[in-house]
């Protein structure tokens, strides 16, 4: 049964699974909402989308994507105000990534009306999914695959864009050890460092399971050429703060431009604390730190918000950074962020759209 309710067309669960989580022990990507969204490319347009039941696809086994990734995805978050309304931060943000994401990928470009507008509805519906202790949130994984049956090599002609959204908790809960990468490769000049496809996952696994058997948490990915500028850490940005400056690696194609590294950005500016985006290689870090100069290093992304890191290692080096407590920029920014996106503090910046 179909019951239209403020956009697409609805199918309701007979029975909210809500029940299943423990809102005191919320685990990162463990449990998802009651429904989903799917919506359909065919014929070269966008059918009608639907909310239906999160549950299994079937597809057939010649479904392009399995076999050549034509696969993307985008990470967005929600929340509730004091009053318990829902708003989501930044969904306009994703939508344009998305779309930068879709155009390299050889993929249709996603209206605003299915995915900022769909999510809306989606979030709606499934509000009483969202956590509100500190530290939560809704996460929404808006992502967008290939369904050509087909396996020849060629671009694909059919889409399924799908939204599922899962209670989150704290993604790090304390502070990561880092591993300076200097065998495998992220991202080069003319790949796909810049977009959020799926194959620059998959290809992180294994450099990431040989750093885990070290006993580090994740990877300070440096560029391809010769190693030597820091880009990315993991699937976050890296911030580094040096004296009293701050610095990030400056945006180029090979390096994701996050939603959080603007927002951080944009809160550090306003507060007048000095930022360079600039390229920024692995000897300059390590002089800082042999000069008592490196005061805090942080991974900033949808999931982890501000993952602060507690010691980077590059060859024999082990960099050990001050006692989190000492940090001035990185505590502030989480703190800030987080009364921004529960709506504690105004939205100066456009970023809160409510449901
Ligand atoms: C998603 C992602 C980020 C963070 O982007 P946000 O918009 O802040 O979530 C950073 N680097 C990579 C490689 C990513 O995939």
Redesign the pocket.
Known sequence: MSVPVLGFPVTRVEKSRINEIDPANIQFGKHYSDHMLLARYEDGEWKQPEIVPFGNLSLSPATTFMHYGQAIFE?VKAYKDPQGNPVIFRPYDNLKRMNISAKRMAMPEVPEEIFVEGMKQLVELDKDWIPTSEGTSLYIRPFMVATDEFIGVKPAEKFLFIIITSPAGPYYSKPVSIYVQDKYVRAFPGGIGFT?AAG?YGMSMYPTLEIRKMGYDQILWTDGFEHKYVQ?IG???VFFVIGDTVVTPNITETI?E????DSVLTLLREKGITVEERPLSIDEIEAAYQQGQLREAFG???AASIAPIAKLTYHEDEMELPPLETWKVANWLKEELAAIRYCRKPDNHGWIVKV
């Open positions: 990470g959020k620059n990315e699937t976050m940005n994701l996050g939603v959080t590294r900033t992304g949808t």
